[in-house]
Structures are given as C-alpha cells and as structure tokens.
C-alpha cells in the first residue's frame, strides 16, 4: 500500500508543477487604466469664503462649520443610516462572490462515506444467473469511506480572470458604499441647514407679525382720534393678515426637513425634532479648498471609482470568454477503503482512482464567438460609462464651486438690502407718526423689508448648502488613505442622544 500511495503522491505532484508552469498563460487582453486628461477647474478661484477660517479636512468636512450639533448629526447618520447599512451587506455579498470566484482555482476535497445492506432476489437478474453458484450470498453489506479531490487546471487563465473580475466588481461596490457614505453625511447637513434657515425665517416673520400688530393698534389709535380713515386701518390689519400667512407654508417645510433628519439618522420621525427646537445662528461658510486640481476629483469621487473598477472586470471578463476557445483540463482522485466483508481498514480494502478529463467546446465556437463578442461590448458600454462619469463629475465640480460663489455674492448684496431697508422703514414710521407721509408709504417699506429679511436668512442656508455641495462634488467624506473596506460603518441598534 506503500508504494501504492508513493505513486499516487508523485503523480499528484508532477501535475501540480506542470499546472504550476501553465497557470502563467492568461488568454485575453491585460487592463490598461484609460488616461483621462481633464483642463483646470475654471470656477474653483470663484468661490468665495471666510479667509479667516481654515480650511476643514476634506474627510471630515463638517466640522469646518463649527456646530457641535452639526457635528452629531452627521456622525449619527454614519452610524445608523440604513441605505449605508444596505450599501454595507451588497458589500459582504460583493466579497463573499470574489471570494467563490477566487476558490474556483484551488482543488476541491470531499469525503465520502456509505454503507448499504442489500438481500438479493433470487428472481432479479443477479439472482437467476449466479442464484446457484456455490459463493452466492444473497445478504450483501458494503461500507466504503474515503476523501475524492477535483481539480480543474486553469491553462488558459479562464478561472483566474473570472477571479479578478468578482475581485474588481467587488470594489466597485465598495465604491459604491463609501459613495453612499458621501451623500448620507452631504444629505443629512443639507436638511440641517434648511432646518437652521427655516427657524431663521419662521422667527424674522414671528418679529414681523409683532411689527405690524403694534402698527395696527397705532393706526387704530388714530382713526378713534380721527387722525386716520378707516382705508389705514384695513391696509394694516391686511399687513398683518399677510405676515401672519407665511408662517404655515414655512411650518410645513421645517417638519419636512426634520423628518427627513430623522430617516437619515435612522430613526422615525418625531424621535429627534423637541432637540432642534432651539433656535441658533445659520452656521457661516467656512473656507473651501481653492487649489482643487482634476487628480484629485478622479482620485476622491467614489461614482469614478467604481466605474473604472467595472470597467477593469470588463476587461477580465473578455479574457474569460476567449479562454472557452481552449481546452479544459481537469484532474481527479480519491482515495479510501471498500469492503464488502472482513476489516474496513485494511491493506486488501485500500482502494485508489485517478483520471484526467478533457471539455472542449470544439463544435460550439458559434456561441463562444458570440459571447466573446458580448464581453467586447459590454468592456466598450463600461468605458463609455466611466468617461461619463468623469465629465459628470467635473460637471458637478464646476456648478458646485460656482454656486457657492453667487450664493455667497447674493448673501453680501442682501445684507446691505436689509441694512438699507430698515432705516427706510424706521424713517417711514416716524414720518407716518409726524403726518408727514401715509401708511401706504409705511406698508410698503414694510414689505419690502420683509421681502428682504426672508430672502437673506434663505440666502444664508443655500450659501451654507452650497458649501456641502462643493464638498461633496469634491468625494468629500472619506478617508482616501485607508481601504475602502475600512468605510464600514453599522448602524446603531437604538437611536442615539442629541
């Protein structure tokens, strides 16, 4: 039995170097990474910021605004939004698909045991021919156990290829995870700031309503001192009417803002909204990055990442393809005992097979050139996508910076609008008050004024958005150092506190 094994470890042996020696010879073509050459960003020098402010990390942005509660809301989606926890399980399932794919190169081994007992008919087939022999048993036990190892050599590089093209589909959806990562964290300071501007608005039309209650009474004052026609009274009590009528729609807007922070952060709505209810500042724009070059949009944005890796196992898949044109090349064996009596374990119930298997698709060419043609384009359709993605992204860039720059222009101009406003309206007043001008002079500075403030304080929130957007145009976020797997972040099994 000795020698028995020592032949069948030499011939194992022999094969494995000569697969070894062949594995080396991979059909299709290698990936090249396309170059993609992208001109400066025009309207980075355009956007403008607090200079005295440094610029945030561009992997934690959100603290460059400086609130705390910002700062926890963000930190609170990250770990408990479930379209992250969502993006993170496609990820497990990514890997463990590479994973499989990758195990197709190595041997397979089972072991196998069984054990029948069978009473022959005297009647069957058996029974009729050989039922008078004297060694005839109609009793039959037959127990045998043993490991079989399969074991397809990859000649050709068809499995290898396969292998790499879960391996990169795998990271483009890791990709993809750290790219959900990037809008959870963009989304959920957007809704903060439109909370912030909407509480902002919501106070500036409470201080109006006040306003325009103490002018009615003043108008009323005078009509019963007969000072004023009834015509004031009306157009003041109207003023009032219209102040007191903005406040639903901008309720309405806020609770939609903070419903949508609380889906965010993974919980339902309701469950956060008494926490925000004291009103602060809009926070101010902090500096943004002004020395953004192409590399690095295509090295931080997660969408051209994943799409330059599906572009890669595109490429594998041509190599798979092509590798049916080529013969299959499998080795088998096993090796265990067989008894149908006396000891199992023994020198004269060792049992061995070993055998080699060939699968040639030699008449099915027709189909292969189809499919190698179907992987050719599907490799075309995947750079097409990624060169999208990249002018996509520099789209994106180039609005981000440029909306960030009128937004912050619009902001300045409107502040002065409300400066010049005010001491147009106090005059007024004042001037109503010594006869010199009618109300109508008064409503209508008063209006505008209102106008005014609205807009500013809604300004202030889109300026703020409008930062979040030029980072996240920017895959702001995300640690580029680190490997995308280690942006895992699971979600919490109960919400947190504010």
């Known amino acids: 039995m000795k020698q028995v094994n020592a032949r069948v470890l030499k011939t194992a042996l022999s094969s494995l170097a000569i697969s070894i020696m062949l594995a080396g010879c ?6 090249v990474a396309p170059k993609t050459e992208l001109a400066p960003l025009h309207n980075v020098a355009k956007a403008e910021s607090d200079k005295k402010r440094p610029v945030p990390s561009i992997d934690r942005w959100w603290t460059g605004f400086s609130d705390p509660v910002l ?32 195990a197709e190169l190595l041997p397979t081994v089972d072991l196998g045991a069984s054990a029948t007992a069978q009473r022959q008919s005297l009647r069957g087939p058996i029974g009729t021919i050989a039922g008078d022999s004297p060694g005839f048993k109609r009793n039959v036990h037959d127990t045998t156990i043993g490991p079989a190892a399969s074991w397809e050599i990859d000649l050709f590089g068809g499995l ?3 292998a790499d093209a879960a391996e990169n589909e795998a990271q483009a959806i890791e990709a993809e995870q750290v ?24 106070a500036i039309a409470q201080q109006q309503i006040e306003t325009d209650e103490h002018l009615l009474k003043l108008v009323q004052n005078r009509y019963e001192a007969g000072a004023s026609q009834g015509l004031e009274v009306a157009q003041a009590d109207a003023l009032l009417k219209s102040a007191r009528a903005t406040v639903p729609p901008l309720r309405i807007a806020l609770e939609r ?25 809009i926070p101010s724009v902090p500096a943004v990055p002004g020395d953004v070059q192409p590399s690095d949009v295509l090295r931080r944005r997660p969408d051209i990442i994943a799409a330059e890796r599906r572009l890669a196992a595109s490429n594998e898949r041509i190599g798979a393809a092509i590798s049916d044109y080529y013969p299959k090349v499998s080795l088998s064996g096993a090796l265990g005992f067989d008894t149908m009596s006396g000891s199992l374990f023994s020198s004269k119930s060792f049992t061995s097979a070993g055998g080699v298997g060939l699968r040639w698709r030699l008449f099915d060419f027709g189909k292969v050139d189809a499919e190698v043609a179907q992987a050719r384009g599907a490799n075309a359709e995947a750079l097409a996508l990624y060169r999208q993605s990249v002018l996509r992204a520099a789209e994106d860039v180039e609005n981000s910076f440029m909306q960030l720059s009128q937004t912050v222009i ?19 007043e004042q001037a109503y008050r010594a006869g010199s001008i009618t109300l109508t002079d008064v409503l ?11 807009e500013l304080d809604a300004n202030r929130a ?35 506190k504010l």
């Not at 992250?84 to 794919?101: C, I, K, P, T, W």
């Not at 903070?258 to 956060?272: I, S």
């Not at 976020?477 to 979600?491: E, F, K, S, Y």
């Open 257 to 281: 803002q903070l419903n949508r922070l609380d889906v965010l952060m993974g919980a339902q709505p309701g469950t956060y909204a008494k926490k925000l209810e004291q009103v602060t500042e």
């Open 410 to 428: 619009h902001v300045v101009q409107l502040q002065e609008q409300v400066e010049a406003l005010e001491k147009s309206r106090d005059l007024s």
């Open 444 to 454: 209508d500075a008063d209006r505008q004024l209102l106008t005014a403030r609205d």
């Open 462 to 496: 889109d300026a703020a958005r409008s930062a979040v957007g030029v980072f996240r145009s920017l895959g702001g976020g995300w640690d580029t150092r680190a490997p995308l797997t280690v942006q895992n972040n699971q979600p919490a099994n109960s919400p947190q």
């Open 160 to 162: 290898r290829r396969g």
């Open 71 to 102: 700062v926890t809301i963000v930190q609170r989606a990250l770990d408990q939004n479930l379209d992250l926890a969502a993006a993170m399980a496609r990820v497990s399932q990514a890997r463990a698909a590479a994973s499989g794919a990758g």
């Open 26 to 31: 991979a059909v299709g073509p290698d990936y």
């Open 179 to 202: 790219g959900t990562r990037v809008i959870v964290a963009a989304d959920a300071a957007d809704a903060y700031f439109q909370v912030r501007g909407y509480q902002a608005r919501l």
